[in-house]
């Protein structure tokens, strides 16, 4: 789509967010929305709202504002085929939170897309990012194409929430969790246990002080 190369990347990244409170409001039966009741529910400005859609090609009309069933069908379109991978993020804890916070963008395409949790976050957007509730999960990863997953719930939810997401059609798991969570062939895990690498950088300081001198 030769469009899509014309779309920032800061629009892009705002994409997810408008696509989640237009499937909102095509749930509760709404056919349209303006700029500034879209600016009301995302916190972006009206004038950044109407400067992204016009990316798209959508333009509000007047008086009418823009139609809710149209921009969703575009934006499905659009966040299918952009550059950009969405990544969804599960467990809003500390170290949840830190990485939607980092999220990814200055260095890469990649960024978190979609958090989810079943703490008193959801519902709430946390840096840019959505946050839903578990009972949504498979429902958005499959509506937003997400195959990649990062795991920062406690060690002990970790598998059952393995198995979810596996079965939402999720390919790759970063696991923050100690747990080493079981998965079906084709779909790879990446484990990344902080705590052990820290503890594995001590032991050596520790041990081979001498050695890793270098002199
Ligand atoms: P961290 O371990 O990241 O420092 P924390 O100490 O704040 O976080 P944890 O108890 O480790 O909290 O939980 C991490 C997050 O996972 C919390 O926000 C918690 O609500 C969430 N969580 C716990 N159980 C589930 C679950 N079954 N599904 C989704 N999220 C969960």
């Known amino acids: 789509m030769d469009e899509q190369a014309k779309i920032p990347r800061a629009t892009a990244k705002r994409l997810p967010i408008y696509y989640r409170y ?16 879209l600016a009301e529910a995302t916190k972006f400005d009206a004038a950044t709202i109407r400067r ?19 921009l969703l069908s575009f934006f499905a379109k659009v966040l299918d085929q952009s550059s950009l991978i969405n990544v969804a993020l599960i467990g809003v804890g500390h170290l949840g939170q830190a990485l939607l916070n980092f999220n990814f963008h200055q260095s890469s395409n990649m960024r978190i897309a979609a958090a989810f949790d079943i703490n008193e976050h959801r519902g709430k957007i946390l840096s840019g990012v959505p946050i839903y509730d578990m ?21 002990e939810e970790a598998q059952g929430i393995t198995d ?38 001590v032991y050596f300081i520790q041990n081979y002080a001498t050695i890793t001198t270098g002199k």
């Open 135 to 155: 009972s949504e999960l498979e429902e958005q990863i499959r509506a937003q194409r997400i195959n990649i997953a990062i795991l920062t719930v406690p060690q």
């Open 52 to 70: 992204d859609f016009s990316y798209f090609g959508a333009l509000g009309k007047r008086g009418y504002g823009y139609d809710v069933k149209a």
């Open 22 to 37: 237009l499937t909102f409001l095509e749930d509760a039966g709404t056919h349209r929305i303006s700029s500034a009741e």
């Open 164 to 201: 979810k997401l596996v079965e939402a059609g999720v390919k790759g798991i970063m696991n923050f969790t100690p747990l080493r969570v079981s998965v079906p062939d084709g779909v790879r895990v990446q484990n990344v246990d902080l705590t052990n690498e820290l503890q594995t950088l």
